[in-house]
């Protein structure tokens, strides 16, 4: 079993839309839940950090759920520009490793 | 901003040859990592290095070796390609600051292709 699972996808959806992406954790003694993005060829970044009492950015909104060891991502008025891979991303000790999941992919059709 | 350098975006090597892939960060990062990212298989780390001349083994070290010399430099070294290497390598560097210990700064990437 990975450490950190998500659903590959593709997600498509119109313009306009709301989205959302689990991701799930096997490590309870997880410490800190972070979302990086990934567009097509290009290097991931850093999306938000992800807080026990959950955080908005904007259109995205992120929360965690340490009962049940999942975090998720929500999209709001989705555009085309948010089409890209979004990875999950946990870490398990003092912060100096990070474990990737595998992403999910969105896709934003007009 | 950070800046995180990788020697070639693209690479053609034969089976058996020896490949070196540099990377270079200049905010004075700490940790440096090298990854594999294959469709389906997502990011896997292959080796990461805490400090000057000091490298563990990540989730899939074999057929790898790295050497840091230097604080801003980390390289990868394929002793002899194999075509299952063939593979998008990406670098990435990271403070120890606490209050940073989600950013990781990745670079271009170097996809390699082993003939």
């Known amino acids: 079993r990975k450490e950190v699972e998500q659903d590959p996808g593709p997600f498509n959806v119109p313009e306009g839309a709301t989205v959302a992406f689990n991701c799930t954790y096997s490590n309870s003694a997880s410490q800190s839940f972070f979302w990086y993005r990934q567009d097509c060829r290009k290097e991931p970044k850093l999306l938000m950090s992800v807080y026990s009492s959950g955080n908005e950015d904007g259109r995205f909104t992120a929360q965690l759920n340490r009962a049940s060891q999942y975090i998720s991502l929500l999209i709001r008025d989705s555009k085309l520009s948010d089409s890209a891979t979004y990875l999950c991303v946990v870490t398990f000790d003092a912060g100096n490793m990070l474990t990737f999941g595998g992403g999910t992919r969105l896709m934003v059709k007009p | ?115």
Not at chain 2, 16 to 45: A, I, S, T
Not at chain 2, 88 to 114: D, E, H, I, N, W
């Open chain 2, 1 to 115: 901003d950070v800046k995180v350098t990788q020697s070639s975006r693209y690479l053609v090597k034969r089976t058996g040859e020896k490949v070196f892939l540099e990377c270079v960060q200049d905010m004075d990062h700490e940790n440096m990592f090298w990854y594999r990212q294959d469709p389906g298989l997502g990011l896997r780390l292959i080796y990461f290095s805490y400090d000057v001349k000091m490298k563990e083994k990540g989730d899939i070290p074999e057929g790898y070796s790295v050497s840091r010399e230097k604080k801003e430099r980390f390289s990868l070294i394929l002793e002899s390609a194999s075509t299952n290497q063939t593979s998008m390598y990406l670098c990435a560097s990271k403070t120890l600051q606490r209050a940073r210990r989600g950013t990781q700064y990745f670079g271009p990437g170097t996809r390699l292709t082993v003939l």
